[in-house]
Every structure is written in C-alpha cells, then in structure tokens.
Nanobody, 122 residues
C-alpha cells in the first residue's frame, strides 16, 4: 500500500488548506482511510477517519473546522482544513486500510505516507 500526500504549506491563522492523499496498492473503495498528525515532540494523533460507507469521525480538537472526504474513482482521500490555528501545525500523514471496529480506527502500520507539513503562523 502506498499513500502519497500533497497540499501542505504555510498559512496564517484563520486560513484554509486542503490535503490530498492518493492511494495505490489497495481496493480503495472497500477500505477505511484516515488522517493523522504529529506536532514537534508529540505523539502522532488521529485527526479524522472515513470508512467505506462514508461514515466519518473527528478528533474533538478539529470538529467543525476540518472535513474528511473521499473520491473512490480517484482513489483519493482529502482533508479540508478551515479556521486553522497555530496548534494545528505538524506533519499530516495519510493512513490507508486500517481496521474500523466499535467506532474506532486502528491504523495499518505498514500504510503510512511520507507526510505533508502544515505550518500555521503569522
């Protein structure tokens, strides 16, 4: 499985970005997808996931600001980020094909992309 992220960058507080992740090596439409992020000196954390049915879940810190979506025809998962805050700064990673169980997403540790840097700063 090979996820490839794009769309990161530098943005001012209150701004927006959209991350994209193209996934190969997996039957995309049948699998759950997720976005994680890792801030400097912090553990990687789950930001949002979307399962094959389209059901979505978000971390409390991004609810109402971030939207995860998927395009099965393009094997791509997106993360639209609005009203960005400095604490959203970090490297954002796509994870493909993890296990969805009992409302939770458990990542496939062999299916990480290279990451996309997001920096929110004035």
């Amino acid at each position: 499985v090979q996820p490839v992220e794009s769309g990161g960058g530098l943005v001012q507080p209150g701004g927006s970005l959209r991350l994209s992740c193209v996934v190969s090596g997996i039957i995309f439409r049948d699998n759950a997808m997720a976005w994680y992020r890792q801030a400097p000196e912090k553990q990687r954390e789950l930001v949002a996931f979307i399962i094959s049915s389209g059901r979505r879940n978000y971390a409390d810190s991004v609810k109402g600001r971030f939207t995860i979506s998927r395009d099965n025809a393009a094997s791509t998962v997106y993360l639209r980020m609005n009203d960005l805050k400095p604490e959203d700064t970090g490297v954002y990673y796509c994870n493909a094909g993890g296990q969805y169980w009992n409302g939770n997403y458990n990542p496939d540790f062999g299916s990480w992309g290279q990451g996309a840097q997001v920096t929110v700063s004035s």
